[in-house]
């Protein structure tokens, strides 16, 4: 088939909701993917922060290969290695001992939003007020797509549940007067990712927690985008010194098969019981088995701290792009391989001129081009993007 054939198939049987870019891929090896013809391109997105190991890594490959040729699933009736395995290497990078794994970011903030509800509830069923933060991205479940801060996502949803309002981001005044007894949870990324890359500063996520600990409130960390060692720490929030209630991952966490997490510690967890949450897929031994040789590269093979110098690399030569280009590029914003440029226009643009010399990047908030790449990239990779986008930016001014 060739490309204008499946476009066609897509249209008319695919549901419209995405705007894609005009390729279509085909395999990928490392921190590269080749479409259906053949061509090569740098990805600077890898699957939207997931492909943390790149593609096509071999102990990831091999371990799906294995762990598919004995069983799949099995359902949580039963006790899986894979899956306990798992659970308590996630326990041991987040110094945290509870975990439930469901098969998306927005399951795993669903699964959040219920163990926070539950748990206030047992003191004050009236403590249900969850604070997000304008902004955010937290899924498109109705319960996490009401939490999301950006009304884009709610138009047409109605009527959107109860008990969820929305404070600006790294405003603690605003937190300040709305947070109360009755407030349930904060639910907060640690840096925003779709909303456009922002990290709030030092002292923020450190005056909300002690918000939160005044009146006794659960804080939520979503890390779907940030954590899994993106930032140079496993999660984000990390380097605020303050710790989570209840933190959620997805993402990287299976290096593509999908799984989402929710993690917490003894004393909340202790508001579930059985039957107060399930899942049929979630964390089935072919998901877990994926996430293990993730995890194992996370604990064991220097992958956060790459992330930390190839993210101070990259942040670097884009804030040379940025001097060169005044005009274009308005701030170059991020913590390591998490990384933002807004731009005084519209992005898409610009991606477009990218894929089209071999780059992919993509744009989110209409004018920060955002680069998540796999955490496996090394300088000669963000020197290549560089000079791309050099050449794509000169095009501009
Ligand atoms: C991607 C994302 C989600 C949603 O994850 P899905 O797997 O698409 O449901 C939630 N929160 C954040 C911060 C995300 O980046």
């Not at 306990?84 to 990078?93: D, G, I, N, P, W």
């Not at 937290?138 to 969820?164: C, M, N, S, V």
């Not at 955002?370 to 986008?389: A, N, T, W």
């Amino acid at each position: 088939m060739i490309d204008a054939d499946i476009f066609a198939k897509d249209q008319k049987y695919y549901l419209p909701v995405f705007d894609r870019y005009k390729i279509v891929l085909d395999h990928g090896d490392g921190p590269y993917v080749y479409d259906i013809n053949g061509k090569k391109y740098l990805d600077f997105l890898a699957g939207i922060a997931v492909n943390v190991l790149g593609h096509n890594y071999p102990p990831l490959v091999m371990a799906i290969r294995n762990q598919a040729g004995k069983m799949i699933h099995c359902s949580n009736l039963y006790y899986t290695q894979p899956q306990v395995e798992a659970a308590s290497r996630l326990s041991h990078l987040s110094k945290m001992n509870k975990v439930f794994f469901g098969n998306s970011g927005a399951e795993a903030n669903e699964g959040a939003i219920k163990l926070a509800r539950k748990y206030a509830h047992m003191t004050d069923k009236d403590k249900s007020l969850i604070i997000c933060a304008n902004h955010s991205f937290h899924g498109r479940t109705i319960a996490t797509l009401t939490a999301t801060g950006q009304p884009k996502y709610h138009q047409g949803f109605g009527p959107l549940p109860d008990g969820f309002v929305h404070v600006d981001y790294n405003n603690i005044s605003q937190l300040e007067t709305i947070i109360n007894d009755k407030t349930c949870a904060v639910m907060l990324e640690a840096i925003q990712g779709e909303g456009g890359i922002h990290v709030p500063d030092k002292d923020y996520l450190q005056k909300v927690r002690a918000l939160c600990n005044k009146y006794n409130v659960l804080l939520i960390f979503d890390e779907i985008q940030c954590g899994m060692g993106r930032t140079g720490t496993f999660f984000a929030f990390e380097q605020f010194g303050i710790k989570a209630d209840i933190v959620t991952l997805a993402k990287g966490l299976a290096g593509g098969v999908p799984i989402g997490a929710f993690i917490t510690n003894d004393k909340i967890a202790r508001a579930f019981h059985p039957g107060d949450h399930g899942t049929t897929f979630g964390g089935n031994p072919l998901a877990c088995a994926a996430a293990n040789v993730v995890l194992d590269a996370m604990e064991n093979g220097g992958l956060m701290e790459n992330a930390a110098n190839m993210g101070k690399y990259l942040i670097e030569r884009l804030q040379t792009l940025k001097e060169k280009y005044p005009s274009l590029i308005k701030q170059v914003r991020g913590k390591g391989l998490m990384v933002g440029a807004e731009l005084n226009k519209p992005g898409k643009k610009i991606v477009d001129e990218c894929l089209e010399k071999n780059v992919i990047i993509n744009c989110t908030a209409g004018n920060v081009l955002r680069f998540v790449p796999p955490l496996i990239i090394k300088k000669q990779h963000i020197d290549s993007l560089i000079l791309v986008l050099d050449k794509v930016l000169a095009e501009h001014v």
